[in-house]
C-alpha cells in the first residue's frame, strides 16, 4: 500500500510540469510550485462529503494537517476498502474525483477526494484533473 501511495504522490509531484498547470498561469494563477507532503489518515469504511470534512478538519486540530492556510489544497487517496459518496452520487459510477471546501474555525479548507481505483495511473489522472479545477476554482463558483 505504501508504494503505491508513494506512486500517487509522485504522479501529483509531476503535476507542477504539466501543460494543464503552466495553463493555469493564464488565467491569473500565481501558484509556481506544487509543495507535496504526504500524511496517512485513518479513514471510515463508507465515507461521505460530510465525513471527509470531519476528518479534515480533526487532522488539522490534533496537528496531523499542519498547514491552515487558504491556499493549501489537500488532496485525499481513499484506500481500496472505503466506499465514497457524494450525496446521492457514488464513486466509479458517478465521479472518479471531485473538490469541495468548507469553512472552519479560522480558514476556508479546499480539498480533492480520489477514490480507489485499481487502476494507478486512473486514479492520478483523476486527482491530477479536481487539482487542476480546485486550483482554477477552488471555492466551486466560477466557471472556466
Do not use: C
Not at 9 to 35: E, M, Y
Not at 105 to 120: A, C, G, I
Not at 123 to 136: C, F, K, P, Q
Request: glycine share 6%.
Amino acid at each position: 500500500m505504501k508504494s503505491r501511495a508513494e506512486s500517487l504522490r509522485r504522479a501529483i509531484d509531476h503535476l507542477s510540469a504539466s501543460d494543464a498547470f503552466n495553463a493555469t498561469h493564464d488565467r491569473g494563477v500565481k501558484t509556481t510550485a506544487l509543495p507535496i507532503t504526504t500524511r496517512f489518515l485513518e479513514g471510515a469504511q463508507k465515507m461521505n462529503d460530510l465525513h471527509v470534512q470531519v476528518l479534515i478538519d480533526k487532522a488539522m486540530s490534533k496537528g496531523s494537517l499542519p498547514s491552515r492556510d487558504e491556499n493549501t489544497i489537500y488532496v485525499l487517496f481513499l484506500a481500496p476498502d472505503i466506499e465514497s459518496s457524494l450525496g446521492d452520487h457514488h464513486a466509479g459510477s458517478d465521479y472518479a474525483s471531485y473538490h469541495s471546501h468548507f469553512h472552519t474555525q479560522d480558514v476556508n479548507v479546499r480539498y480533492v477526494v480520489v477514490p480507489f481505483d485499481t487502476d494507478n495511473k486512473s486514479m492520478s489522472d483523476a486527482a491530477g484533473v479536481s487539482l487542476i479545477r480546485a486550483i482554477l476554482n477552488p471555492d466551486g463558483d466560477g466557471w472556466y
